[in-house]
């Protein structure tokens, strides 16, 4: 009987099979609409074509609301594993450059270091050859859960490296992103790597440029984007001040993969703004972090704080609604709480709810996470340079009020560069952690500090007569120059003498750079190649028409091995009368 009862329901119900064939059919159809608006909205100038499409997903991707960012010199092993223990859900290691991680085993076992605590672990690396990325990114792969490659570094080496924000072909002169080199690494990546890619950029000048860009990563593979709201740095688009968060707001809205905001976090009250504001599913600090590792903790704290207030705001304001159904008269401030109650739901409604945070986060008061990263560093030694850095933010105000920050700095200052750089000594670390514990004392009022007298400051000078004293001085000099030119003209050995003067002179700026190098242990040519290429006439052209710290911060920025007064007044005289180490090239 039992069995005939099944056969009849089983007759008589729709087939659960064809059920689930008609959502996925209803599922797909929505999936292609949205791929297809997605795929018209994005321009023609950065479409990539159909051999870059990325590999079918399914591959999952850590908690990534609380990130540490890459940091070079910041982002270590034992700074990674203090930031964790504060409520850090992803960190990043620092920058690798991929040909030498791909090539050098020493340099490898320096750069990656980690440990079964320190995870989940995104590898973060640069580079420009797809081939090089990969095989430093296979090399990586089983010690992290996915790759990140840098598009955003502005700095000096990444022009001269062709690399991060200035991410070309070596030999490239052009000074633009090769969108199309950037798109057919991502994809190389995204389709010979077994765990998710990340990319992590800086804004473009037009919001425009930056939403096409990163809908091209999103289609080319990229799995997660981390956007610096910050510009490279040009003329017009200055990479300094706030980040602009509403392009990250802007790019959220227009991928439908995970989007980091960086930038504008300095508190834990900052850190829930970026959240609120740019919708992204994540916020990554850097600078924040430095200044305070536990700033995540705090946030979440702070956020969970906030939220057990407003559960109580919104259950008093419904109590208080219901006793006015009833006819109690509600005083003023009765009234206001619970015409405060719409909003006090948005407000909850939009908190963040911040997952996987550890049990109880531990002490977080400046000594205390100075001392926590000193134990780390005894099991995993960061470099004596790493370790002071990260001891002078953590500890920056107790250090400077009670004079020891020199003593401090004086532990790097007494070796040489190359100890700096090495893992820190015992002696180095317990000498660091004696200053900890002395600055600890005086906070706790255990030791009477007595300040060093010091002399009366010399009073301000008038900002107006100091411009004034600048513009003689300089005028004097360029006097003196003109003066020696002229004389040197009418004099062959004079002309010759200066000649020979700034060669010498160029010959110990090269040498200086190629020592340098070989120090960071960088290609020897490295930073010869920062600022070498001549200044375009219409950069000529600006330059005239800027101020006089903007025109010197620009050309130091831009074109630092040419001379501005050979470019500014048409001639140097410096180089006539006594030599001069600078390129005296006509602009292009």
Request: include cysteine; charged fraction near 30%.
């Given at each position: 009987?039992?069995?005939?009862?099944?056969?009849?329901?089983?007759?008589?119900?729709?087939?659960?099979?064809?059920?689930?064939a008609a959502a996925t059919s209803v599922g797909e159809g929505e999936k292609s609409k949205k791929k297809k608006r997605r795929e018209e909205a994005t321009t023609d100038e950065h479409k990539s074509s159909p051999h870059l499409r990325a590999p079918p997903s399914g591959r999952p991707l850590p908690l990534h609301q609380l990130v540490l960012a890459p940091m070079v010199g910041g982002s270590?092993?034992?700074?990674?594993?203090?930031?964790?223990?504060?409520?850090?859900?992803?960190?990043?290691?620092?920058?690798?450059?991929?040909?030498?991680?791909?090539?050098?085993?020493?340099?490898?076992?320096?750069?990656?270091?980690?440990?079964?605590?320190?995870?989940?672990?995104?590898?973060?690396?640069?580079?420009?050859?797809?081939?090089?990325?990969?095989?430093?990114?296979?090399?990586?792969?089983?010690?992290?859960?996915?790759?990140?490659?840098?598009?955003?570094?502005?700095?000096?080496?990444?022009?001269?490296?062709?690399?991060?924000?200035?991410?070309?072909?070596?030999?490239?002169?052009?000074?633009?992103?090769?969108?199309?080199?950037?798109?057919?690494?991502?994809?190389?990546?995204?389709?010979?790597?077994?765990?998710?890619?990340?990319?992590?950029?800086?804004?473009?000048?037009?919001?425009?440029?930056?939403?096409?860009?990163?809908?091209?990563?999103?289609?080319?593979?990229?799995?997660?984007?981390?956007?610096?709201?910050?510009?490279?740095?040009?003329?017009?688009?200055?990479?300094?001040?706030?980040?602009?968060?509403?392009?990250?707001?802007?790019?959220?809205?227009?991928?439908?993969?995970?989007?980091?905001?960086?930038?504008?976090?300095?508190?834990?009250?900052?850190?829930?703004?970026?959240?609120?504001?740019?919708?992204?599913?994540?916020?990554?600090?850097?600078?924040?972090?430095?200044?305070?590792?536990?700033?995540?903790?705090?946030?979440?704290?702070?956020?969970?704080?906030?939220?057990?207030?407003?559960?109580?705001e919104i259950k008093q304001a419904k109590g208080l609604r219901d006793e006015a159904a009833k006819g109690r008269a509600l005083t003023p401030e009765e009234r206001k709480v619970v015409d405060r109650l719409k909003a006090a739901k948005r407000e909850r409604k939009a908190l963040p709810k911040f997952n996987g945070m550890p049990a109880k986060l531990p002490p977080s008061a400046p000594c205390?996470?100075?001392?926590?990263?000193?134990?780390?560093?005894?099991?995993?030694?960061?470099?004596?340079?790493?370790?002071?850095?990260?001891?002078?933010?953590?500890?920056?105000?107790?250090?400077?009020?009670?004079?020891?920050?020199?003593?401090?700095?004086?532990?790097?200052?007494?070796?040489?560069?190359?100890?700096?750089?090495?893992?820190?000594?015992?002696?180095?670390?317990?000498?660091?952690?004696?200053?900890?514990?002395?600055?600890?004392?005086?906070?706790?009022?255990?030791?009477?500090?007595?300040?060093?007298?010091?002399?009366?400051?010399?009073?301000?000078?008038?900002?107006?007569?100091?411009?004034?004293?600048?513009?003689?001085?300089?005028?004097?000099?360029?006097?003196?120059?003109?003066?020696?030119?002229?004389?040197?003209?009418?004099?062959?050995?004079?002309?010759?003498?200066?000649?020979?003067?700034?060669?010498?002179?160029?010959?110990?700026?090269?040498?200086?750079?190629?020592?340098?190098?070989?120090?960071?242990?960088?290609?020897?040519?490295?930073?010869?190649?920062?600022?070498?290429?001549?200044?375009?006439?219409?950069?000529?052209?600006?330059?005239?028409?800027?101020?006089?710290?903007?025109?010197?911060?620009?050309?130091?920025?831009?074109?630092?091995?040419?001379?501005?007064?050979?470019?500014?007044?048409?001639?140097?005289?410096?180089?006539?009368?006594?030599?001069?180490?600078?390129?005296?090239?006509?602009?292009?």
């Amino acid at each position: 009987k039992k069995k005939k009862k099944k056969k009849r329901k089983a007759e008589t119900e729709p087939c659960a099979t064809d059920n689930a064939a008609a959502a996925t059919s209803v599922g797909e159809g929505e999936k292609s609409k949205k791929k297809k608006r997605r795929e018209e909205a994005t321009t023609d100038e950065h479409k990539s074509s159909p051999h870059l499409r990325a590999p079918p997903s399914g591959r999952p991707l850590p908690l990534h609301q609380l990130v540490l960012a890459p940091m070079v010199g910041g982002s270590e092993l034992a700074y990674r594993l203090l930031a964790r223990r504060h409520g850090v859900q992803l960190a990043y290691t620092p920058m690798m450059h991929a040909d030498r991680f791909a090539d050098d085993p020493k340099y490898r076992a320096a750069e990656l270091q980690t440990n079964p605590e320190d995870t989940p672990l995104v590898a973060h690396f640069c580079g420009n050859d797809p081939k090089v990325l990969l095989a430093a990114a296979k090399l990586a792969e089983p010690h992290c859960v996915a790759i990140d490659l840098n598009l955003g570094c502005p700095q000096r080496a990444a022009r001269a490296g062709c690399f991060g924000s200035y991410a070309r072909r070596p030999g490239d002169t052009t000074e633009a992103m090769d969108v199309g080199l950037v798109l057919e690494i991502v994809s190389t990546l995204a389709k010979g790597l077994s765990i998710p890619l990340f990319c992590k950029i800086r804004l473009f000048d037009e919001l425009k440029d930056t939403v096409a860009f990163c809908r091209a990563l999103e289609e080319a593979g990229c799995a997660l984007l981390a956007v610096h709201a910050r510009y490279r740095g040009s003329p017009t688009h200055r990479r300094e001040g706030a980040a602009h968060l509403d392009h990250v707001a802007a790019i959220k809205a227009a991928v439908s993969i995970p989007v980091l905001s960086n930038g504008n976090v300095s508190s834990p009250t900052d850190l829930l703004a970026a959240l609120t504001t740019t919708h992204a599913d994540g916020v990554m600090s850097a600078e924040g972090a430095l200044d305070d590792p536990a700033i995540f903790g705090r946030a979440a704290t702070l956020a969970a704080t906030r939220r057990r207030e407003l559960f109580r705001e919104i259950k008093q304001a419904k109590g208080l609604r219901d006793e006015a159904a009833k006819g109690r008269a509600l005083t003023p401030e009765e009234r206001k709480v619970v015409d405060r109650l719409k909003a006090a739901k948005r407000e909850r409604k939009a908190l963040p709810k911040f997952n996987g945070m550890p049990a109880k986060l531990p002490p977080s008061a400046p000594c205390d996470l100075a001392e926590q990263y000193l134990t780390l560093a005894r099991t995993h030694p960061p470099t004596l340079e790493c370790l002071i850095f990260h001891l002078r933010r953590i500890c920056r105000d107790g250090l400077l009020k009670y004079e020891l920050r020199q003593p401090l700095d004086a532990l790097g200052t007494s070796v040489s560069e190359r100890t700096r750089k090495q893992p820190v000594k015992p002696n180095a670390l317990a000498a660091a952690a004696a200053l900890i514990r002395q600055l600890r004392e005086y906070e706790d009022g255990r030791r009477e500090f007595t300040p060093t007298q010091r002399p009366e400051p010399t009073p301000a000078v008038d900002p107006t007569v100091a411009a004034a004293t600048a513009v003689v001085r300089v005028s004097e000099a360029a006097a003196r120059a003109k003066a020696a030119a002229a004389a040197a003209a009418a004099d062959p050995a004079a002309r010759a003498a200066a000649k020979a003067a700034c060669a010498a002179k160029r010959r110990d700026f090269e040498n200086m750079q190629r020592r340098k190098a070989k120090r960071k242990g960088l290609p020897e040519d490295h930073f010869l190649c920062v600022g070498r290429a001549p200044p375009t006439v219409a950069d000529v052209d600006r330059l005239k028409r800027m101020g006089e710290t903007e025109r010197m911060a620009f050309w130091r920025e831009h074109y630092g091995q040419h001379c501005i007064m050979h470019h500014l007044n048409g001639q140097c005289d410096v180089a006539l009368a006594w030599g001069c180490g600078f390129l005296h090239e006509a602009a292009v």
